[in-house]
């Protein structure tokens, strides 16, 4: 009887190993299904990623406001340098009568 046992297990033995390669076919189905799972958590965090930073988008559009109002007060700083901006003009005259002092030395 233990013979006639032996027989049957060693049967047993190559359906388990026909049971492992099933397994193991499983076992890529289920690695299929994980990337999956990894792909769809990406998405769902560039989702909440791209909603945090469109909050955020809020808040330097406010600050973009308060730029505008002291542009407004450089405006007024603006005026004088314009005022400067003829003193220089002034000064070009002079060195253009310096250059009629080398004329008149020329002719000398």
């Known amino acids: 009887e233990s013979e006639k046992a032996s027989p049957e297990s060693e049967k047993a033995s190559p359906e388990s190993e026909k049971a492992s390669p099933e397994s193991e076919k499983a076992s890529p189905e289920s690695e299929k ?3 999956e799972s990894e792909k769809a958590s990406p998405q769902s965090e560039k989702a909440h990623n ?11 559009h ?6 505008h109002q002291n542009l407004r007060k450089p405006h007024q700083n603006l005026r004088k340098p314009h ?8 000064n070009l005259r002079k060195p253009h009568q310096n ?3 080398p004329h008149q030395n020329l002719k000398r």
């Not at 791209?50 to 330097?60: A, E, I, V």
């Not at 005022?83 to 002034?90: A, D, E, G, S, V």
Request: zero cysteines; aromatic letters at 0%.
């Open 50 to 60: 791209l909603r945090k930073p469109h909050q955020n988008l809020r808040k330097p």
């Open 33 to 35: 299904a994980s990337p």
């Open 99 to 101: 250059l009629r002092k």
């Open 62 to 67: 406010q600050n973009l406001r308060k730029p």
């Open 83 to 90: 005022q400067n901006l003829r003193k220089p003009h002034q």
